[in-house]
């Protein structure tokens, strides 16, 4: 119990579906460096659960990916993220 309290607790995202301000929905842009957010892709115990779209990407955790001009950008690491997400079919979101 103690464990899933701790998790819970330091999940970087709000409950609003925020980062530093930024809606975790959208537009997104893949960038080399310089990046809004740093992510890690994993497939257990993500920030966000991502279910990529083709349009309407205006829920929490749907993400459209864009050449340019993306609401926010973000660069994929394999340490030191800002948030963890994992890739879904259904059920986007906050973990």
């Given at each position: 119990?103690?464990?899933?309290?701790?998790?819970?607790?330091?999940?970087?995202?709000?409950?609003?579906?925020?980062?530093?301000?930024?809606a975790?929905?959208?537009?997104?842009?893949?960038?080399?460096?310089?990046?809004?957010?740093?992510?890690?892709?994993?497939?257990?115990?993500?920030?966000?659960?991502?279910?990529?779209?083709?349009?309407?990407?205006?829920?929490?955790?749907?993400?459209?990916?864009?050449?340019?001009?993306?609401?926010?950008t973000i660069?994929?690491?394999?340490?030191?993220?800002?948030?963890?997400?994992?890739?879904?079919?259904?059920?986007?979101?906050?973990?």
């Amino acid at each position: 119990m103690l464990l899933a309290v701790t998790l819970l607790a330091t999940n970087p995202i709000s409950e609003d579906c925020t980062f530093d301000g930024i809606a975790l929905f959208g537009d997104v842009e893949v960038v080399e460096s310089f990046a809004d957010i740093r992510v890690q892709i994993v497939t257990s115990f993500p920030d966000l659960k991502v279910k990529r779209v083709t349009s309407f990407a205006d829920d929490c955790g749907e993400w459209e990916f864009v050449e340019s001009f993306g609401d926010f950008t973000i660069e994929f690491v394999d340490s030191f993220p800002d948030i963890k997400i994992e890739y879904v079919e259904s059920f986007p979101g906050r973990r």
